[in-house]
C-alpha cells in the first residue's frame, strides 16, 4: 500500500507529499533516543511524512524507528515520505551527493523522498555545523545557488531522491533557481516558519502560481529554543482568537493552528515528543474551520518571526 491521494498534495513531479507531517527537531540537551522514540508513536498515530534533516544530528535514531516500524509490518518503506536536508556547509557541488549518501547511511535507507536545501547562505565548508571566527561570528562561503540545484538535480537523477525542494527561499531566490539556464527540475517544495503570526500570504500565492508546494515548519511556534528563539517572544497557542475558535470546535488551540495551513493548502509539520500532543496533533482531519475562522486568523498576521536561526542575513518576504 503505497502513500495515498487522501491527505496527500500530488508534487510537481508526480510524487504524492502527505499534507502533515512529523517534525524531529531537538534542542541539544534533549538526548537523541527521544527522537527515536517520538517517531515510532507518531508512525503508529498515523503519521506517514517523516521530516529530519543533518543538522538535527538524529538521523540514526530516525532511521531506526522507521526500519524498526516496518520489520513489525507497521508499514511498508513506500507507505513513508522521508525528508532530509541538504545543511549549509555542504553546498559546494562536489560535497552535495556525499552528504545524502551520509544520511543514507545514517538511516540505513536505500533513497529519500525528497531532500532540499536547508537555508540558502552557504557557510564555509569542513565538519563544524555552525563554522565560526575567532570573534565568534559565523564563516560564510561563496557558492553559487544554481550549481548547489545541478548536484541535487543530479542526486534525483541517480535515485537517492525522488524529489527535490528547498527551504527559507524568499521570492527572488526562488525566482533564481526557477530562472536558471538549462533547469532541468523545479523545486517541488519551499519549506519556511509559517503560522498565524507569520502567515506568509505573498510567499503561499507566488509558490502555488509556480506549483510549488509550501510548507510550513513552527506552525504552533510552541519550540521556544532559546539559541533560535526571544524568550519574551509572544505565545501564539495563547492567542485568544485561536483559543475562542478552539473552544467553538471542542478543539486545540495547536489543532486549529495545523487546520488553518491544511485549509490554506499548505502541507504543515507537527512536532512533539510528547506522545499526547503527538497523538493530538494527528487530529485535524475530522472538523473543519469556517469562512469566517479563517478570516479571524488571518486577521491576527504580524510578519512576527520566532525563529531567527536561519535568518542571519535579512531575507525579506
Request: contains cysteine.
Amino acid at each position: 500500500m503505497e502513500l495515498k491521494q487522501s491527505h496527500s498534495v500530488r508534487l510537481n513531479d508526480g510524487h504524492l507529499m502527505p499534507t502533515l507531517g512529523f517534525g524531529t527537531y531537538a534542542p541539544d540537551h534533549t538526548p537523541k533516543s527521544k527522537a527515536g522514540e517520538a517517531t515510532k508513536v507518531a508512525i503508529d498515530v498515523g503519521f506517514r511524512d517523516i521530516d529530519a534533516a543533518f543538522f538535527y544530528q538524529n538521523e540514526e535514531e530516525v532511521g531506526k524507528a522507521i526500519r524498526e516500524k516496518i520489520a513489525d509490518g507497521t508499514v511498508k518503506r513506500e507507505d513513508i515520505f522521508y525528508t532530509t536536508k541538504l545543511w549549509t556547509t555542504f553546498f559546494r557541488p562536489e560535497l552535495v551527493r556525499p552528504a545524502l549518501e551520509r544520511s543514507l547511511k545514517k538511516l540505513q535507507l536505500d533513497y529519500v523522498d525528497l531532500f532540499i536545501i536547508h537555508n540558502p547562505l552557504a557557510m564555509k565548508s569542513g565538519e563544524e555545523l555552525l563554522p565560526r571566527d575567532a570573534s565568534g561570528n559565523i564563516i560564510f562561503d561563496t557558492v553559487d545557488l544554481h550549481d548547489t540545484w545541478e548536484a541535487l538535480e543530479k542526486c534525483k537523477d541517480a535515485g537517492l531522491t525522488k524529489s527535490i525542494g528547498v527551504s527559507n527561499f524568499n521570492r527572488k531566490l526562488l525566482e533564481l533557481i526557477l530562472n536558471k539556464p538549462g533547469l532541468k527540475y523545479k523545486p517541488t517544495c519551499n519549506q519556511v516558519e509559517c503560522h498565524p503570526y507569520l502567515n506568509q500570504s505573498k510567499l503561499l500565492e507566488f509558490c502555488k502560481s509556480k506549483n510549488i508546494v509550501l510548507v510550513a515548519y513552527s506552525a504552533m511556534a510552541s519550540h521556544r529554543d532559546p539559541n533560535w528563539m526571544d524568550p519574551d517572544s509572544p505565545y501564539l497557542l495563547e492567542e485568544p482568537t485561536l483559543k475562542s475558535i478552539a473552544k467553538k470546535h471542542s478543539r486545540s488551540p495547536g489543532q486549529v493552528a495545523l487546520r488553518y495551513q491544511l485549509q490554506r493548502g499548505v502541507v504543515v509539520l507537527a512536532k512533539s515528543f510528547s506522545e499526547k500532543r503527538i497523538k493530538e496533533n494527528f487530529q485535524v482531519f475530522d472538523f473543519e474551520l469556517t469562512p469566517e475562522d479563517m478570516q479571524a486568523i488571518d486577521g491576527l498576521n504580524r510578519n512576527f518571526r520566532y525563529s531567527f536561526a536561519f535568518h542571519p542575513l535579512p531575507l525579506a518576504l
